[in-house]
């Protein structure tokens, strides 16, 4: 199994900083999805990055796939209340085809009004 | 609405007792997956279906079965649950290649 290792755990800032949260991997994934999970609600995706060394941006959030394609960053500019939830990244291995993704076991993100 | 449906959304049995939980998707989606959530270990998979009357095993699918008779439904069957069955359940249906997932709404679940 390729583990997906995710940092920190927890976050807990002021509305209007600025964070990253981490996701690492010994292994080589072939594509790393983020998604973002509200209270009492299924997981929800944000952004697939699938390149070495690729950035994708979504308003905010800033996402970017490691060179080596063993781990991904999340970062968050300014971030607000809204973007409270629990972070999990996924990786489709390189090994098994991406039909079999591991989940990391997530960041849960919490922004103080 | 294009969208993932579980049913139910709350389960308390008891051991022994076998239950299913039902997953259906309305996108036309050949892949559907289970999977379950626990504290500190984040989300696992349990079984996936790459199409109809194709299934293979996730990284847990100890004490778990499963069909997929049609494209749309792809339940997921506990024979004998017991405690450490207990856990969040979520079903996800994906197409292309990337298989970015849709997920359901979730089931809990509680085995006494």
């Known amino acids: 199994t390729q583990l997906l290792e995710q940092s920190p755990q927890f976050l807990s800032i002021q509305e209007g900083e600025n964070l990253t949260v981490y996701c690492n991997s010994s292994?080589?994934?072939?594509?790393l999805q983020w998604y973002r999970q509200e209270p009492g609600e299924g997981p929800v995706l944000l952004v697939t990055v699938v390149t070495g060394g690729e950035v994708k941006k979504l308003k905010r959030l800033t996402f970017q796939f490691g060179d080596a394609r063993k781990d991904s960053s999340l970062h968050i500019t300014a971030a607000q209340p809204g973007d409270t939830g629990l972070y999990l990244c996924?990786?489709?291995?390189?090994?098994?085809?991406?039909?079999?993704?591991?989940f990391g076991t997530g960041t849960r993100l919490t922004i103080i009004p | 609405e294009a969208q993932v449906t579980q049913n139910p959304r709350y389960l308390i049995t008891v051991t022994g007792k076998k239950l299913t939980v039902t997953c259906s998707q309305n996108m036309n989606h050949e892949y559907m997956s289970w999977y379950r959530q626990d504290p500190g270990l984040g989300l696992r998979q349990i079984y996936y279906?790459?199409?109809?009357?194709?299934?293979d095993k996730g990284d847990v699918p100890e004490g778990y079965k499963v069909s997929r008779k049609e494209k749309r439904n792809f339940p997921l069957i506990l024979e004998s649950p017991s405690p450490n069955q207990t856990s969040l359940y979520f079903c996800a249906s994906s197409y292309g290649e990337l298989y970015e997932q849709y997920f359901g709404p979730g089931t809990r679940l509680t085995v006494t």
């Open positions: 292994s080589v994934f072939s594509s």
């Open positions: 279906s790459m199409n109809v009357e194709v299934t």
């Open positions: 996924a990786g489709g291995g390189s090994n098994f085809g991406n039909e079999k993704l591991t």
